[in-house]
């Protein structure tokens, strides 16, 4: 992902050529942080949108750095210098709600993709059902463990939809199997370096007694495997699972280290994309190939308010196709 982490920083204009460049749509995306390969891999599909490469639309990224009170701000910015629309990943379910209020109140569409914001003025929604990935998830670590032993479950950032609503899931899945209990439960914050430090902890707390690791994303169960690492325990004698399908999580799964689920970045920010240019321009068609590749996902002409983009569990059957895919992004 060299590429990605080259191309995209704080405020990184995403610039096609400059023909008809008087009629090119203005179009910001805030983002609760681009330090990890998801959200990175989800602007980098903004830079390849089809309207974005023939030069119709120009993209502006704007790094949340992982604190609701910035992204405000990137939204006052957006709003004095006039954008056409707003695309928001947000960091706060509860906190992004005002200044999505503050840009429709200014005339600007807001799109929201990835994560919710608790608002009912949002043009649309684009991204993928959280409640499902959790338990998804969650089974496939207490399938593992035969429904039996401990587990520690590693929680996104408090206060963010998915983190939310992925730990509904995980209580779904969890629901089923009276005879597990729950050790320890704690934010990693979608971080893999913090998330080791918490496993390290806990694995010195509860020597012997951990039996599975359920991560709200990918990035947390993989730094729960490194701490397995360090502690010179096997992976292989735990069970664990996270979300998002990145390069590191496909890798682990073909070695057998863990499970996983894909979530399409590709596909919630292109479709993000294409409901807010058909906001601003009413005769728009959509561009992007996602819709074909989900039909299940309808257009509704760019008017409904839910676009979910399905899960797709990473398996060592699809894991080479999947690495591929990633490549060419």
Known sequence: MKKLLLTLAMGTSLLASPVMAQEKLKIGATVYGLNAEFMQIWTSALQQHPAVKAGEVEVTIFDGRYDALVQQEQFNTMITQKYDAILIVPMDVEAAAAPVQAAVDAGIPVVGSNARVNSEVLTAYVGSNDVEAGELEAKAVLDKMGCKGNVVILEGPIGQSGQIQRLEGN???????????????????????????????????????????????????????????????????????????????????????????????????????????????????????????????????????????????????????????????
């Open 171 to 329: 209580q779904k899945a969890l629901a089923a199997c009276p005879d597990v209990k729950v050790l320890e439960q704690q934010t990693g914050n979608w971080s893999r370096a913090e998330a080791q430090t918490l496993m390290e902890n806990w694995l010195t707390s509860h020597p012997g007694q951990i039996n599975g690791v359920i991560g709200q994303n990918d990035e947390m169960a993989l730094g729960a495997i490194e701490a397995i690492k360090a502690a010179n325990l096997k992976v292989e004698d735990f069970a664990i699972a996270g979300v998002d399908g990145v390069t590191d999580a496909i890798n682990a799964v073909k070695e057998g280290q863990m499970a996983s689920i894909l979530q399409d970045a590709n596909a919630q920010a292109q479709g993000a994309l294409d409901i807010a240019i058909k906001a601003v321009k009413k005769d728009y068609e959509p561009q992007s190939e996602i819709w074909k590749q989900y039909p299940q996902m309808e257009w509704k002409d760019g008017t409904g308010k839910d676009y979910l983009v399905p899960w797709t569990p990473v398996t060592t059957e699809n894991a080479d196709k999947l690495l591929e895919a990633r490549s060419k992004l």
